[in-house]
């Protein structure tokens, strides 16, 4: 069982290194199972090895992702997220950074794990990152919140395997709502995906700040 309510279990560097390793792992994994040609029963061997060693790793199982002790400066707390969770196989993982001026920035590429057309990625994934940039953008206010509205905008599309870099800043906070906007832009600057957001911050994160 996991909630937002859960303790979760900070984890310090040593111990997340060797969870990142093994989420590494998997995340090559997921890629060689997508594009495999191997024959029906080389699949089912591997397939039956994977299975043993899901039952090891869920010997020891926590309540919710655990978090991660850091240095003040990096954005990735959450472990398990699934944009930039090191953590989690699914998330490519986008290393998202801030500039001086309140920008939040990554270069990242998305593998065919991520394909939406063929060679090109799936707007959904498109959605998730800047989601993730976004918020973390109108959490640069001070003032954090919740999605409450996301609009994109897809102006081409956003090509497989190649460096892209997105990009989000808050514009303005009013009250409880924060706007931000923000932009994908594939190796020639072009931008492939824009989108605004607004997020509202819930009642009981402010009576906590007090």
């Known amino acids: 069982m996991s909630g937002a309510m859960t303790e979760r279990h900070m984890l310090g560097e040593d111990e997340a290194a060797p969870l ?3 989420a590494a792992r998997v995340r090559a994994l997921t890629e060689a199972a997508v594009l495999t040609g191997v024959g029906a029963d080389e699949a089912r061997a591997v397939a039956d090895e994977i299975a043993a060693l899901t039952e090891r790793l869920r010997a020891v199982r926590r309540d919710a992702p655990p978090f991660l002790v850091t240095d003040g400066h990096r ?3 959450q472990g398990g997220n699934p944009v930039t969770g090191v953590l989690n196989p699914i998330a490519p993982p986008v290393d998202l950074d801030v500039t001086a001026d309140g920008i939040v920035r990554a270069e990242f590429t998305l593998s065919d794990v991520y394909e ?3 060679s090109y990625v799936h707007g959904g994934m498109s959605a998730m990152v800047l989601d993730q940039a976004l918020g973390m953008a109108a959490a640069q206010t001070g003032v954090g919140g919740m999605t409450a509205t996301l609009e994109l905008r897809y102006r081409r599309p956003t090509p497989l395997g190649v460096p892209l870099t997105v ?7 009013e009250g409880r709502k924060i706007y931000a906007s923000g932009t994908i832009a594939g190796p020639d600057g072009r931008v492939t995906v824009e989108a605004t957001a607004m997020f509202v911050t819930p009642q009981h994160f402010l009576v906590h700040e007090r």
Do not use: F
Request: aromatic residues 0%; glycine residues 12%; proline residues 12%.
């Open 116 to 118: 939406g057309p063929p």
């Open 167 to 173: 990009e989000a800043k808050a514009s303005r906070v």
């Open 75 to 77: 954005m990735d707390r």
């Open 20 to 22: 990142a390793g093994l």
